[in-house]
């Protein structure tokens, strides 16, 4: 299995960053794609941005331009770095690995980290 940990949320005032990173360990060697999820209440979890292990990465549109996913696969690990925040982009923010162990593909998720953007 591979296991998540998640940090570098926080509070921040409009039109500033964030970085957020997120720490795997476990069966490291099986992982895919690693990537960003959100969630905010009433609303189901969304994808963010994720990046494959070829280093392709995918954003969702309304952070294109503003976010951008890094990889290093050395340290298991993913970074999100967040500029030019928006009081809309206040949500619980997970990171995701999928992988494939015994030929099946499977997912894991972190415990989630506030970002919190005031107007």
């Known amino acids: 299995q591979v296991q998540l940990v998640e940090s570098g949320g926080g509070l921040v005032q409009a039109g500033g960053s964030l970085r957020l990173s997120c720490a795997a360990s476990?069966?490291?060697?099986?992982?895919?794609?690693m990537g960003w999820y959100r969630r905010t209440p009433g609303k189901q979890r969304e994808l963010v941005a994720d990046?494959?292990?070829?280093?392709?990465?995918n954003y969702a549109d309304s952070v294109k331009g503003r976010f951008t996913i890094s990889r290093d696969n050395a340290k298991n690990a993913v970074y999100l770095q967040m500029n030019n925040l928006k009081p809309e982009d206040t949500a619980v923010y997970y990171c995701?690995?999928?992988?494939?162990?015994?030929?099946?593909?499977?997912?894991?998720w972190g415990q989630g980290t506030q970002v919190t953007v005031s107007s």
């Open positions: 995701n690995a999928n992988f494939v162990i015994d030929y099946i593909l499977r997912f894991s």
């Open positions: 476990g069966s490291v060697f099986s992982i895919n794609t």
């Open positions: 990046i494959n292990n070829g280093g392709i990465t």
